[in-house]
């Protein structure tokens, strides 16, 4: 990895896009101290936690693009030497961990971090970016770390800021104090998560023209946030609220909002033409008929009380059966199979027909056995059970993907976008996964292949824990 040379008077243009192409890398030997010092950093030898890294980039340089270069580490404290840096997009990578801070970036106004399977950001990691207008930093894991900083920490540098994405995060809820800071913000985008309550503040931000809150799990806003956007509209001309996606209900239970989407002066795309998530009619028309009955039909209340709690017992009887529908499949197919004979109990640990079983999609059936299998088995002496020339015929198949597991020491994992959208395949994973809780005291049997690049949006959430509960 270079960076571009030294241009005199002229503004520098950075390209680093993973590409042999790539102007960047045809003078390699011009900043040999700066690839030496990142690779101190890559090797974590060098540097403690709480030293600071120098890195040195061409004085003149403006615009540096380090897209899609698969790279994965941490962002340790970095200070970067003097320098007119003022755009930097780093997306699609991983870096995993953003430790910082990255000091003396004095210039830089815009910063793409999205893409890149973050999920820790320190409380001081942004400090040095006081003059940032643009931030995007979607498509991460920042859920993981945002609802405890209950004081706003994490972005209270960025008082500059006019434009913050955060969209699809994974983010349950937000503190109230979480922006703080951004008094100057103007673009402000959340979708994509998987927020119920939106309660943090915005009133201060007196030149926000558009929030987008869709998709998430609202089925109502609060009154004290309609208020705070409804004292909005006195300080800028035009706000919009994009709120689609969401499960709005046309209930008695939100009927202050119900009344505030037909009255406010926020703009609203179209809001009142969704339809709403409790009954077949749009916004617009569930008004009237709320306002008419006024919810006070007693004789409803008591009947739709009644309704719910037989709905409540049976949706806890379906989740019961629905949390443990894994274990619940597990255990028939492991007692069904010993029964049948074709699992023994586990007593010692070579006590293992194979070393591995295989799971892979039928798509990926030609890399798994031309350029894995082959070469593994004939180099390694290792013993692979695989579906197709393993599974005894005649039996189901699901009594043969579970004693296959029940009889190999470890499961690996092909991951691709085929295995993910193959129910074959996430069956033998959540199978593995509970061989691994209840018959292997949570001993560890997964080994995970990525034969395809994977974003982290694409990936379920357990296989994400899975990710980042081990190294690979």
Known sequence: MAISHYLGDKEEHCDIISSDNSYCGKEPHIYRQNTDEINKINTFETYSDDQTIPVF?????????????????????????????????????????????????????????????CSNVSKNFFSGGSNLTTLLVDNNLLGFVLPNDHEGQTFSSLTMLQTLNLAHNRILSLPVAIFKSQNNLRTLNLSGNMIENVNFEIKHMTKLSHIDI??????????????????????????????????????????EFIQWLATTKVQLNNMLQQECDSMKMYLKDSLRPIEK?????????????????????????GELLYRYRWKIRYLYYIVKSKHQGYVKPLRVENNFLYDAFISYADGDETIVHSKFLQRVEEEGHIRYCVHKRDFLPGNDIASNITSAIHN??????????????SDWCMFEFNMARMESIYSRSSENIFFIVFIEQLSSKDLPLNILELVHSKSY
């Open 57 to 117: 980039i061409p004085y003149q340089l403006k615009i540096f693009h380090f897209i899609r270069c698969y790279i994965r580490y941490s962002l340790p404290k970095i200070t970067v030497s003097n320098n007119l840096l003022q755009y930097i997009d780093a997306s699609y990578n991983s870096f995993f961990d953003w430790s910082g801070p990255i000091n003396n970036l004095n210039h830089l106004k815009f910063l793409d971090l999205s893409n890149n399977f």
């Open 214 to 255: 869709s998709e998430y799990r609202i089925s109502h806003l609060d009154v004290s946030f309609t208020k705070q956007l409804d004292d909005l509209t006195n300080h800028v001309c035009q706000l919009t609220v994009d709120m689609s996606g969401n499960p709005i209900k046309c209930t008695c239970d939100p009927i």
């Open 293 to 317: 009955k006024k919810c006070s039909s007693y004789v409803t209340t008591v009947v739709a009380v009644v309704s719910w709690m037989v709905v409540f017992v049976m949706t806890m009887i």
């Open 408 to 421: 190999s020491r470890k499961t690996v994992l092909m991951m691709s976008n085929s295995f993910l959208v």
